[in-house]
């Protein structure tokens, strides 16, 4: 992207393997992504190979990543943890954890029976591939990645 953004937020659509960038509401740029490779449904359990869905945020970015760069989306979320636990998959422990990391605006427990280290990263997107990540084409992780700062908001609709 050729500028800086002032109010950028994410929004993925899973059913139409897109991401969507917005700067101040405004549509400013799409992208094709691949999604986990079970892609239909939200993301229950770790190595579901399901793809999240809700409101999230960039935790980190990675500039180191095995997949070309990457972005950390903040799963697993607030309403990840209440269904967790309401399900017996989480103890008090991970449930507090996690929700004490995403109202402070931190990166949640990464290692969870929920799952976790859901990115936005590069790699192909001939197929859906990941583990529950969203891919993109590496050029196009570079341009996400030079104008997405931590804290973006990151919608994932099915």
């Known amino acids: 992207m050729e500028y800086a953004l002032i109010e950028p937020e994410i929004i993925i659509r899973k059913k139409q393997r897109l991401l969507e960038v917005y700067d101040g509401g405004t549509l400013v740029k799409t992208f094709s992504i691949a999604l986990g490779s079970a892609p239909?449904?939200?993301?229950?359990?770790?190595?579901?190979?399901?793809?999240?869905e809700g409101e999230f945020y960039v935790f980190t970015k990675n500039s180191?990543?095995?997949?070309?760069?990457?972005?950390?989306?903040?799963?697993?979320?607030?309403?990840?943890?209440e269904r967790g636990f309401a399900a017996g998959?989480?103890?008090?422990?991970d449930h507090d954890e996690i929700v004490m990391a995403i109202v402070k605006g931190n990166m949640p427990p990464q290692k969870t029976?929920?799952?976790?280290?859901?990115?936005?990263?590069?790699?192909?997107?001939?197929?859906?591939?990941?583990?529950?990540?969203?891919?993109?084409r590496n050029e196009e992780i570079e341009d996400l990645f030079d104008v997405i700062p931590v804290g973006t908001r990151v919608t994932i609709l099915a």
């Open 89 to 93: 998959l989480i103890g008090e422990t």
């Open 64 to 81: 180191e990543s095995k997949f070309h760069l990457s972005l950390g989306v903040s799963y697993p979320s607030k309403e990840d943890a």
């Open 113 to 136: 029976a929920l799952g976790g280290e859901i990115y936005i990263h590069g790699g192909d997107i001939e197929r859906d591939w990941t583990e529950g990540c969203v891919a993109m």
């Open 40 to 52: 239909d449904g939200d993301k229950e359990v770790e190595g579901d190979g399901r793809t999240p």
